[in-house]
């Protein structure tokens, strides 16, 4: 079992930025790949970013060159720093942690996003 606890969400404006963390324990060498998805009002959860153990980055086309994920070596935290933030950036962002080993997908809680004047 894995569990995820992620923090640094809040109210930004047009224009800002904010840094999401993800703490991760428990199983954590199972853990192949950590990321972030998100979820605005009425829309189905998406796809933000994820890195993999061995470093590999993917990005969803709506925030690259803005967002930046990055984790430390054991795996158990994993980063995502936004620039340059719009209003559609608002949702709550979870972090996910999958593990090949079972297969199996972890979620934390989420965190609100809120991009406002």
């Known amino acids: 079992q894995v569990q995820l606890v992620e923090s640094g969400g809040g109210l930004v404006q047009p224009g800002g930025s904010l840094t999401l963390s993800c703490a991760a324990s428990?199983?954590?060498?199972?853990?192949?790949?950590m990321g972030w998805y998100r979820q605005a009002p009425g829309k189905e959860r998406e796809l933000v970013a994820y890195?993999?153990?061995?470093?590999?980055?993917n990005y969803a086309e709506s925030v690259k060159g803005r967002f930046t994920i990055a984790r430390d070596n054991a795996m158990n935290n994993v980063y995502l720093q936004m620039n340059s933030l719009k209003s559609e950036d608002t949702a709550i962002y979870y972090c996910?942690?999958?593990?090949?080993?079972?297969?199996?997908?972890?979620w934390g809680k989420g965190t609100l996003v809120t991009v406002s004047s």
């Open positions: 890195i993999t153990r061995g470093g590999s980055r």
């Open positions: 428990g199983s954590i060498s199972s853990i192949d790949r």
């Open positions: 996910n942690a999958y593990s090949g080993v079972v297969p199996m997908d972890y």
